[in-house]
């Protein structure tokens, strides 16, 4: 049997895959609240990586099964994570490079999982045909074997033929080269073929079965041998390769002509078996002097033992004429080799050990599903929040309920009032709102910190490129990093927005806390302070106003919507629907994921009825306040009230009171928002760095053969060395923001309030795909925890399409308090890419508002 050609494999280099991946994951599927641990899964599948891609040299068939189980974890990996995105630096060699006495071998460095799994095919192909050249022929199951490998690989190699280069998406070795690939195809369809030739003499088959698996196999290495001969793939090939195709065509031609020789003998047709015996011997001859070596000797001795001895009886017995082999019937074809399609999973015992990550367009779904909640939730809180507000400033122009309070106990301070002192007090008092206030440039300084780290390394990995390309002019092949960093600088962008969104945010709260701090710093000092600085006066006869009973009641009234709010807020944001397993079922059932409609009907399903309570809770508040304006007014007109100084300053500290507990709540959101954004940037300052660490490595690659190829030709000028190998220039911090305070606080004065920060916390869904141009990926940071947080409107850099709600705060007219704004006013980021801006409303139950914008 004639020996099988095996396909060398490619060499791989040591990569680190831990920390890269780790970053990926926890940027993607990551969030404060519910942090992804894959560390153990990460480990072992490294472990998996060092394993395969070393045990694949051995070429036992134990080696297959370990190779098969890393590339089915690479392609388990890939539906769950772009494979883009994956900034590891993966350098193969080139598999039919010899290298030189400079012990140079060319190579390829790619960040892309895309590339690996490439490679890793590649080499699963080349070790099957490493595997079934090693079987043994005299053996059925070693046939067998050998056959079904052989059949593999060539639908492997077929496979990479048509997705090379839409994976690696530049210009390949040349063992990844698609006419190389389809050569290596043909090549071992024909050598399965070959195998079946094979076994149908070893099984004794009949005569014309075998003469017509031999022709056919015949036909296929005259395909391989006009494939090996191009000129842009001969030189790729070892030197006997060619020669051994050419000899194999010839042996199988041979072959056929034998056994179809014996067909015609057992038909009696004497002249034409002397015809093909003639060809079978001269085939064989040429099989020796083409190969160099002899193929089939125990058959090329049976035709020449078969063709003297046809003679003989011919020329004693028969006399027939011999005809011209061109004369006789073509032989039969058969050909029970294929090339098989490529299977997942390729392992007999595969355990994916991604498991717990979900595929990508279930994540895209959730995190579409997502932010439609998030609107919903943030609309419902903003309605709801806006009418206390406005409900709370009313009040306190009013100076209720501390107008219809009767004093006493020794104190001329309205028990209403007392307790938002002590509830003040209680809170921590104005040092623990200063406190926090004083925390805020610190967190913000952390911030900028950790963007402008990120922006200089970009920018030094980009000064860097530049000065090499400028160096080395053409030679310089990689792709420009200005086509690579895009999205990486527009993310940076936005980051920087928000944070400059956030100082604008931290300046108003403080401006308002100046505003009312002397307020609340009577609230904090207690009853005394407070009751020393109260205008003295009356108002009026309180206990003899019918009234005066008729708003205590209302007031009773208040506190009820109050709390029925703060029920409703809480439903509205613990209210939660595992949609991971109705979107699995989805994809498992159709094969996509229609997201909207399961998203509205399910959103329909769990707010529909909060949605309702919220507009009830609104149209119950605009009968109370009709009901406490009468009842003011009669109340004024009975007791002979007037708005004087004293009715004034209770007014303005019920204000403050109210400002203390909003501005807290501001602060402490704020406080988690820099904490959270630190959390993002850390993500997004990885990942430019294992984006940064890529490029270096794919430079120094280059480096060295533009290197090497100047050392062969002659002397090459030194290239500059990078920016980043020198020391780095220290840099001061920028310093933190100033607020700017006013010189004389005025209680009453109205200050803008406009917050640019988000209403509701929604990080950043990662952008599936990257761009088309390039193999680096597109970043985007992982979702920040759900919370109801005032800051950063400044919508998060994504890809997804967002849909419409309200943005920004404005001024309450009356209690100064933060309000959703309407669209147009301050706190609108009306920017190419932002929010659209729509005024705040409720959905219908099931229903979510149309036209979303696309980032």
Same mark, same amino acid.
């Not at 419902?380 to 209720?400: F, H, P």
């Not at 926090?436 to 963007?451: G, H, S």
């Not at 600088?489 to 920087?496: D, E, F, G, V």
């Not at 002397?715 to 004389?744: D, F, H, L, Q």
């Given at each position: ?50 394993? *395969? ?9 134990? #080696? $297959? ?9 690479? @392609? ?5 994570? %772009? ?81 090379? =280069? ?60 006009? @494939? ?71 058959? *090329? ?6 063709? /003297?001895? *046809? ?59 997502? $932010? ?58 104005? #040092? ?116 005066? *009973? ?73 009968? $109370? ?10 109340? =004024? #007109? ?10 004034? =300053? ?56 533009? /290197? ?50 988000? @209403? ?14 390039? %193999?680096?990926?597109?970043?985007? %940071? ?32 009356? #209690? ?40």
């Amino acid at each position: 049997m004639a020996e099988l050609i095996s396909v060398p494999l490619k060499k791989p280099s040591e990569v680190d895959i831990v920390k890269p991946l780790k970053n990926l994951i926890q940027s993607r599927y990551s969030t404060a609240d519910k942090p992804e641990d894959c560390s153990d899964a990460i480990n072992e599948f490294s472990k998996l990586r060092n394993n *395969a891609i070393w045990k694949a040299f051995e070429k036992y068939e134990s #080696s $297959l099964e370990i190779i098969y189980g890393y590339y089915d974890q690479i @392609v388990s990996l890939e539906s769950k994570i %772009p494979s883009q995105e994956l900034q590891v630096p993966f350098k193969w060699k080139d598999a039919f490079d010899r290298g030189n006495i400079f012990g140079s071998r060319m190579s390829l460095t790619i960040p892309s999982l895309s590339y690996e799994k490439v490679c890793v095919l590649f080499n699963i192909a080349a070790l099957q045909s490493g595997v079934a050249a090693a079987q043994s022929m005299e053996s059925d199951d070693g046939l067998k074997f050998a056959a079904k490998l052989l059949q593999q690989a060539s639908g492997i190699f077929n496979h990479l033929k048509s997705t090379v =280069m839409l994976s690696i998406q530049q210009d390949p070795t040349p063992d990844l080269n698609p006419d190389t690939l389809g050569a290596l195809s043909q090549l071992m369809l024909a050598q399965a073929q070959q195998i079946f030739v094979h076994k149908a003499i070893h099984d004794n088959m009949k005569d014309s079965i075998v003469a017509k698996l031999a022709s056919q196999c015949e036909d296929l290495y005259a395909e391989c041998l006009k @494939v090996f001969q191009r000129e842009n793939l001969k030189p790729i090939w070892d030197k006997d390769w060619v020669p051994i195709i050419a000899g194999k065509q010839a042996a199988l031609g041979a072959v056929a002509e034998l056994y179809q020789s014996l067909v015609c003998k057992a038909n009696k047709n004497i002249g034409e078996e002397i015809s093909r015996l003639q060809r079978s011997t001269e085939l064989f001859k040429a099989a020796q002097s083409r190969a160099g070596r002899a193929l089939f000797e125990d058959l *090329a001795s049976k035709a020449e033992r078969n063709l /003297t001895e *046809a003679r003989k009886d011919n020329d004693f017995i028969y006399h027939e004429r011999i005809p011209d082999i061109k004369a006789v019937d073509p032989i039969g074809k058969a050909q029970p080799a294929k090339v098989l399609q490529l299977s997942h999973p390729m392992s007999q015992n595969f355990k994916d050990l991604f498991n717990e990550l979900v595929p990508v367009p279930v994540h895209q779904a959730l995190a579409s599903y997502d $932010l439609r909640k998030t609107e919903i939730v943030n609309t419902e809180i903003t309605r709801l929040r806006e009418a206390t507000q406005q409900l709370n400033g009313l009040l306190a122009s009013l100076n209720l309920p501390a107008a219809i309070e009767v004093t006493g106990g020794g104190s001329d301070v309205p028990p209403s009032i007392l307790e938002k002192a002590s509830v003040v007090s209680s809170m921590g008092g104005i #040092s623990e709102v200063e406190r926090m206030i004083t925390e805020l440039p610190e967190l913000l300084k952390r911030n900028q910190d950790i963007l402008d780290e990120t922006d200089r390394m970009l920018n030094e990995e980009k000064s860097a490129d530049d000065a090499l390309r400028q160096q080395f002019k053409e030679k310089w092949t990689r792709t420009p990093s200005d086509k690579l960093t895009g999205t990486f600088i527009s993310n940076a962008a936005k980051y920087r927005q928000i944070i400059n969104n956030a100082v604008q945010a931290d300046k108003v709260v403080r401006d308002k806390f100046e505003t009312h701090k002397y307020f609340m710093e009577l609230l904090s000092a207690g009853p005394g302070s407070i009751e020393a600085a109260l205008p003295s006066g009356t108002s009026g006869n309180v206990a003899d106003s019918s009234s005066a *009973a008729t708003l205590r009641q209302l007031m009773e009234e208040v506190e009820t919507v109050k709390a029925e709010r703060e029920a409703i807020e809480s439903e509205l944001k613990s209210a939660t629907t595992d949609m991971k397993d109705k979107f699995l079922s989805a994809l498992a059932k159709d094969g996509a994921i229609n997201e909207p409609a399961i998203s509205f009907e399910i959103l329909g399903q769990t707010y529909g009825s909060l949605q309702k309570q919220v507009s009830e809770s609104i149209e119950k508040q605009t009968l $109370l306040i009709n009901r406490i304006k009468d009842s003011h007014t009669q109340f =004024m #007109s009975e007791t002979g009230s007037t708005t004087g100084g004293r009715e004034k =300053m209770l007014s303005q500290l019920a204000s403050a009171h109210d400002i203390f507990r909003d501005l807290q709540n501001n602060l402490k959101e704020g406080t988690k928002f820099y904490n959270d954004l630190t959390q993002m940037l850390v993500t997004f300052q990885n990942k430019v760095t294992d984006f940064c660490f890529a490029r270096k490595t794919e430079k120094e690659e280059l480096l060295k053969d533009l /290197t090497q190829a100047s050392s062969r030709s002659g002397p090459a000028p030194t290239p500059t060395t990078p920016s980043y190998y020198g020391t780095e220039p220290k840099r001061e911090a920028p310093a933190a923001p100033t607020p700017s305070t006013p010189s004389v606080p005025n209680p009453t004065a109205q200050v803008p309030t406009t917050l640019p920060y988000p @209403v509701y916390v929604q990080g950043m869904p990662v952008p599936f795909g990257a761009s088309s141009s390039a %193999p680096y990926p597109a970043y985007a %940071p992982p979702p920040m925890p759900q919370g109801y947080n005032p800051y950063g409107t400044m919508p998060y850099p994504t890809s997804y399409q967002f849909p419409q709600g309200p943005q920004g705060y404005q001024g309450h007219p009356v #209690s100064g308090y933060p309000q959703p704004g309407q669209p147009g006013q301050p706190g609108y980021p009306n920017q190419p890419g932002g929010y659209p801006n729509c005024p705040p409303g409720t959905f219908p139950p099931g229903s979510y508002p149309s036209n979303p914008n696309p980032w």
